[in-house]
């Protein structure tokens, strides 16, 4: 039997890298293997990859020496970083310097990093169209991925910069799911207008993911955008309503509202989707249904994920 090549796959125990892992280790035909990094190998998601096949290896992203370790040997890596789970830019953009750096070292023969778009390259700071949050953003989570691309390419790594789209699992997760108003009525509420907003099953972004590295080097260099869908809020609501059989409608709120929400996050949200709106050609163009179809034939559209996954929407 040849040497498989392995695939060092950060966040393999969360939705993009879980997603990756899983595509590759239930391909018995395929060219690689899994090491899947985790902080913790004892967790049971840790277990089940291990029971699949994976090999499961203990570091952090935010400790170089564990990062190195965990790509000694490999032919590529899946780097991603978790904003939510810290809201700081500045420690994502330090771990990206990290994972490039370390992957440099290594000599990875190809590496995918999870990015977005720098906002800031569309709206200006000293443009108060969208507010500047923290001093020198305007949509953090966003900004700090996309900056850190130069890490990459300053370091000289053999990269494909892959860009994810909303997830629709955030009517499940995040909160966005139809709500119930005072007139006992369900909507959802987005800041979109009546702009399409591409989006995806968080399952699908790991299998295009494992669709990009086995297209290999014509990737290299490259931005691809992943999508499984591309529908305004409206038709959202329609699919919805289809799926529920009880009306939905949307709530069409500003920007300006939105980020006067008052959650966690509500002013990095409300900047993100006025992008989405007011930029709609330059997100959607790069966010490639028929591509992303093409590295993962199992594609889900929005109606497909919903048959699959609305009864584990939470609905109040």
Same mark, same amino acid.
């Given at each position: 039997?040849?040497?498989?090549?392995i695939?060092?796959?950060?966040?393999a125990t969360?939705a993009?890298?879980?997603?990756?892992?899983?595509a590759?280790? =239930?391909d018995?035909?395929?060219e690689?293997?899994?090491r899947?990094?985790t902080?913790?190998p004892?967790?049971?998601?840790?277990? @089940?990859?291990?029971?699949?096949?994976?090999?499961v290896?203990?570091?952090?992203?935010?400790?170089?020496?564990?990062?190195?370790?965990a790509?000694?040997?490999?032919?590529?890596?899946?780097?991603?970083?978790?904003?939510?789970?810290?809201?700081? *830019?500045?420690?994502?953009?330090?771990?990206?310097?990290i994972?490039?750096?370390a992957?440099?070292e290594?000599?990875?023969?190809h590496?995918?990093?999870?990015?977005?778009?720098d906002?800031r390259?569309?709206?200006?700071?000293?443009?108060?169209?969208? *507010?500047?949050?923290?001093?020198?953003?305007?949509?953090?989570?966003?900004?700090?991925?996309?900056?850190?691309d130069?890490?990459?390419?300053?370091?000289?790594?053999?990269?494909?910069?892959?860009?994810?789209?909303?997830?629709?699992?955030?009517?499940?997760?995040?909160?966005? %799911?139809?709500?119930?108003?005072?007139?006992?009525?369900?909507?959802?509420?987005?800041?979109?207008?009546?702009?399409?907003?591409?989006g995806?099953?968080?399952a699908?972004?790991?299998?295009?993911?494992?669709?990009?590295?086995?297209?290999?080097?014509?990737?290299? %260099?490259?931005?691809?955008?992943?999508?499984?869908?591309?529908?305004?809020?409206?038709?959202?609501?329609?699919t919805?309503?289809?799926y529920?059989e009880?009306?939905?409608?949307?709530?069409?709120?500003? *920007?300006?509202?939105?980020?006067?929400?008052?959650f966690?996050?509500?002013?990095?949200?409300?900047?993100?989707?006025?992008?989405?709106?007011?930029?709609?050609?330059?997100?959607?163009?790069?966010?490639?249904? =028929?591509?992303?179809r093409?590295? =993962?034939?199992?594609?889900?559209?929005?109606?497909?994920?919903? @048959? @699959?996954?609305?009864k584990?929407?939470p609905?109040?």
């Amino acid at each position: 039997m040849s040497q498989k090549k392995i695939i060092t796959v950060f966040g393999a125990t969360g939705a993009q890298g879980g997603g990756l892992a899983r595509a590759i280790l =239930n391909d018995p035909n395929s060219e690689f293997a899994v090491r899947a990094v985790t902080r913790d190998p004892e967790s049971d998601k840790a277990k @089940e990859l291990v029971a699949m096949g994976a090999e499961v290896v203990k570091a952090d992203v935010d400790d170089p020496e564990s990062v190195r370790k965990a790509l000694e040997g490999a032919y590529g890596a899946y780097f991603v970083t978790f904003f939510w789970a810290h809201f700081s *830019p500045e420690k994502e953009m330090a771990e990206a310097k990290i994972y490039a750096d370390a992957a440099k070292e290594a000599g990875l023969k190809h590496v995918i990093w999870s990015t977005l778009e720098d906002v800031r390259k569309y709206v200006p700071l000293d443009d108060d169209s969208m *507010p500047t949050l923290r001093g020198k953003y305007k949509v953090p989570h966003f900004d700090a991925k996309g900056e850190s691309d130069q890490y990459f390419i300053d370091a000289g790594v053999p990269v494909t910069f892959m860009l994810a789209s909303w997830y629709f699992d955030n009517l499940i997760y995040f909160g966005a %799911g139809p709500k119930r108003g005072e007139d006992g009525k369900f909507s959802i509420t987005f800041a979109m207008g009546d702009k399409k907003m591409a989006g995806i099953a968080a399952a699908d972004i790991g299998k295009c993911a494992y669709g990009i590295f086995k297209k290999g080097e014509e990737t290299i %260099g490259k931005r691809i955008g992943v999508a499984g869908d591309q529908v305004t809020c409206a038709e959202m609501a329609k699919t919805l309503t289809k799926y529920l059989e009880e009306e939905v409608t949307y709530n069409e709120v500003t *920007p300006e509202q939105y980020r006067g929400f008052g959650f966690p996050g509500a002013d990095d949200l409300g900047n993100m989707f006025q992008f989405y709106r007011d930029f709609d050609e330059v997100c959607n163009s790069v966010r490639d249904v =028929n591509y992303s179809r093409e590295l =993962n034939p199992e594609l889900q559209s929005f109606e497909m994920w919903l @048959e @699959e996954n609305g009864k584990r929407i939470p609905l109040e």
